[in-house]
């Protein structure tokens, strides 16, 4: 009798910890990624969600949260030669988590590389004089259009940009 009465305790707190295992609480501004026998199944959202313990499980954990990433371009030439500097910051903000969830641990770096080579590629087809005369805001609305387009495949979306370019007069 005591046997059993052991044996049922066991099953019950077996129980209670899977029940436990099969909560999960998002944070806001937070996606998790759940895997379900190795493959994607779903991504969770800020609230309570369960899931199933032993089959399904959280793979990633992505800040949505909007970021701020300093960037700092390396001395740049225009199409004519003219060296120009670009420095500033740009905004960013992870839309699809399951996109997201392959760069993670890169993603920071990868949004100030392709700042920093879309920026030199932009200056790059500008001679000092168009250059010159254009606004940071018109350059800086031109790098956002090019930053999207190729930030969507990590999910990610670039919010905002304010680079400032400075040669001998080429701050806008």
């Known amino acids: 009798m005591e046997g059993l ?88 903000q992870v839309l699809d988590p399951r996109k997201a969830a392959h760069y993670q641990r890169r993603i920071e770096e990868a949004a100030q590389d392709l700042a920093e080579t879309t920026t030199a590629e932009l200056v790059q087809q500008m001679t000092y004089d168009a250059l010159s005369h254009r606004t940071s805001r018109e350059l800086n609305t031109w790098l956002l259009g090019m930053l999207n387009r190729s930030s969507t495949e990590w999910g990610v979306r670039v919010t905002r940009i304010d680079l400032k370019f400075s040669g001998d007069e080429a701050s806008g």
């Open 5 to 92: 009465v052991y044996a049922l305790a066991a099953v019950a707190v077996l129980l209670l910890l899977l029940g436990l295992a099969s909560v999960r609480r998002v944070p806001d501004g937070q996606s998790f990624t759940v895997n379900r026998m190795g493959r994607f199944h779903r991504t969770l959202g800020p609230g309570v969600h369960l899931i199933v313990p032993l089959i399904d499980r959280v793979t990633h954990k992505i800040n949505t949260l909007g970021r701020k990433l300093a960037v700092h371009c390396r001395p740049l030439k225009t199409k004519d030669e003219h060296p120009v500097l670009a420095d500033g910051v740009i905004y960013f």
